[in-house]
């Protein structure tokens, strides 16, 4: 069992940036691939970036790449995300997410626990 709480959400001006932290519990936290999502009023929840267990490979949406980097330390049991150059069409309801396997993915059903989210409110 993985539990996984992000923090570090916030309002923010376009063009500015934040970072999002997400903190698992766990001693096999290596062992997990770990992904981000966000959910828009109205929307479905979306991809945004994936990161392997090793932490050698990511994988970003094409609405981020160049302005969101995922890490983590896995000595720590924390997954990050850089999020620059903030557009208002970045605000949603950010989830971490873990799933058990060494691999990237994309999609939601790969992934096995989830966070509650973080508000990032991007104003124009």
């Known amino acids: 069992q993985v539990q996984v709480v992000e923090s570090g959400g916030g309002l923010v001006q376009a063009g500015g940036s934040l970072r999002l932290s997400c903190a698992a519990s766990?001693?096999?936290?290596?062992?997990?691939?770990m992904g981000w999502f966000r959910q828009a009023p109205g929307k479905e929840r979306d991809f945004v970036a994936a990161?392997?267990?090793?932490?050698?490979?990511?994988n970003y949406a094409d609405s981020v790449k160049g302005r969101f980097a995922i890490s983590r330390e896995n000595a720590k049991n924390t997954v990050y995300m850089q999020m620059n150059g903030l557009k208002p069409e970045d605000t949603a309801v950010y989830y971490c997410?873990?799933?058990?396997?060494?691999?990237?993915?994309?999609?939601?059903?790969?992934?096995?626990?989830w966070g509650q989210g973080t508000q990032v409110t991007v104003s124009s």
């Open positions: 997410a873990a799933g058990e396997g060494s691999g990237l993915s994309s999609k939601r059903y790969n992934y096995d626990y």
């Open positions: 990161i392997s267990w090793s932490g050698g490979t990511t």
């Open positions: 766990g001693r096999t936290f290596s062992r997990y691939r």
